[in-house]
């Protein structure tokens, strides 16, 4: 079993729409938890990290983790074209080095 | 401009032939680790380092080598490439592990 599960899509919406993306993982020793955003042809770009379970709020971009069903999500509000890309979640163990990925969500915003 | 840089971006080479992939943070980040990302594996850790001299495997280190004699510089070495090591390879570095990795702009590898 993969450390962490993501549905790759690919995920189609609208201009403006609410965007829901998610996860799930599956070692509980996870702490820290990680949105990254990665254009065609580009490195991966970190969005939000977020300690422990809880929200976090950055803009339009919204974090939450569920530490007891072991789920992640990113919302995006009011998403623009400029959101199309491959979104990737990633847990880690601790303030350790070893980071885990999901193999990534293709998002198209269509105008 | 802070940043992570990794060279060459595109690499074609032939099996066996030794190569280094160079990679340099201008953040003085104390970790920094190596990537590889494949259709449908996502992104896999290689080898990480804590600090100088400090190293240490990720989930797929055979065939790889690092070092880290210098905080910013962190190279991949295949001593002997091989056709599965074709791939998409991320240089990262971070503060800390939990804050999250700055990812550089990849070096597209191709073993023939």
């Known amino acids: 079993q993969k450390e962490v599960e993501q549905d790759p899509g690919p995920l189609s919406v609208p201009e403006g729409a609410i965007v829901s993306l998610n996860c799930t993982y599956s070692n509980s020793a996870f702490q820290y938890f990680m949105w990254y955003r990665q254009y065609s042809r580009k490195g991966p770009e970190l969005l939000m990290y977020?300690?422990?379970?809880g929200n976090k709020e950055d803009g339009r971009f919204t974090a939450q983790v569920d530490k007891s069903s072991k789920y992640i999500s990113l919302f995006i509000r009011d998403s623009q074209p400029s959101d199309s890309a491959t979104y990737l979640c990633?847990?880690?163990?601790?303030?350790?080095?070893?980071?885990?990925f999901g193999t990534g969500t293709s998002l198209t915003v269509i105008p | 401009e802070a940043q992570v840089t990794q060279n060459p971006r595109y690499l074609i080479t032939v099996t066996g032939k030794k190569l280094t992939v160079t990679c340099s943070q201008n953040m003085n980040h104390e970790y920094m680790s190596w990537y590889r990302q494949d259709p449908g594996l996502g992104l896999r850790q290689i080898y990480y380092?804590?600090?100088?001299?400090?190293?240490d495997k990720g989930d797929v280190p055979e065939g790889y080598k690092v070092s880290r004699k210098e905080k910013r510089n962190f190279p991949l070495i295949l001593e002997s490439p091989s056709p599965n090591q074709t791939s998409l390879y991320f240089c990262a570095s971070s503060p800390t592990g939990g804050h999250g990795y700055t990812f550089g702009s990849g070096t597209r590898l191709t073993v023939v």
């Open positions: 977020t300690y422990s379970s």
């Open positions: 990633a847990g880690c163990i601790g303030t350790g080095n070893q980071f885990y």
């Open positions: 380092s804590m600090n100088v001299e400090v190293t």
